[in-house]
């Protein structure tokens, strides 16, 4: 199983709504990450965990809250976002950081109204 | 810090010509290199890797790339195209560990394929 899997495929959140982004992966991967991207642009870091232990934030807003309650899953909490963090927001995993490939999820994309 | 340059944002080639995605990166040592395929609203598929050794590196769905130190470039190659490559390329760089950036991938802006009948 090279399978990262992501829920929900697409979410429509209020700007004042508390909601979820899930990620899961059965690969035994220890590094788990989120990804960020706008339309017509690269895919763009928010965060990675290694050993369910965050290790790089890249100054991500307050209202983004990563959570990795065990080694096979990876959330990111949402809340009071605004419309320009719409984007498809893309799950990863690797063996370790980086000293293998990452397999990325199909992504969640989130629209805020 | 990492980047990457993919200096063409969208090509076009007919079915069965050969194809080369050009990607230079910058980075102090000699980085992690990948390619990933994405097709619209999917996630990322990767391609092929470099890590060490040799240059030359064979991937999924026929590409390759080589790996050129002296034109810190890393090109990807295929040497007939299916109209089913129709997608957005990114070659990727990423930090070895040691530095401060170690575990970041950081992207290209990407290259729009189209592949004509």
């Known amino acids: 199983d090279t399978e990262v899997t992501q829920t929900p495929k697409h979410l429509v959140m209020g700007m004042t709504n508390k909601k979820s982004l899930k990620c899961e992966q059965h690969?035994?991967?220890?590094?788990m990450y989120w990804y960020k991207q706008k339309a017509k642009k690269p895919p763009e870091l928010m965060f990675v965990y290694s050993y369910e232990k965050l290790s790089i934030n890249e100054s991500v807003p307050s209202r983004f809250s990563p959570e990795c309650p065990n080694s096979s899953l990876l959330n990111l909490h949402l809340h009071a976002l605004q419309p320009e963090d719409s984007a498809l927001y893309l799950c990863a995993s690797s063996h370790r950081v980086l000293n293998t490939e990452a397999f990325f999820g199909q992504g969640t994309r989130l629209t805020v109204v | 810090a990492q980047s990457v340059t993919q200096p063409d944002i969208h090509i076009t080639v007919s079915e069965g010509a050969s194809l080369e995605l050009r990607c230079n990166y910058s980075?102090?040592?000699?980085?992690?290199l990948f390619w990933y395929v994405q097709s619209p609203g999917q996630g990322l598929q990767l391609l092929l890797k470099?890590?060490?050794?040799?240059?030359l590196v064979q991937g999924i769905k026929g590409f390759e790339a080589e790996f050129k130190r002296s034109q810190s470039s890393f090109n990807l190659r295929k040497p007939s195209v299916h109209w089913s490559d129709a997608a957005e390329y990114f070659c990727?760089?990423?930090?070895?560990?040691?530095?401060?950036?170690?575990?970041?991938?950081?992207f290209g802006q990407g290259t729009i394929l189209t592949v004509h009948p």
């Open positions: 690969m035994g991967h220890r590094a």
């Open positions: 980075y102090g040592a000699t980085p992690y």
């Open positions: 470099y890590f060490s050794g040799d240059t």
């Open positions: 990727a760089v990423g930090a070895r560990a040691g530095g401060t950036s170690y575990g970041k991938l950081t």
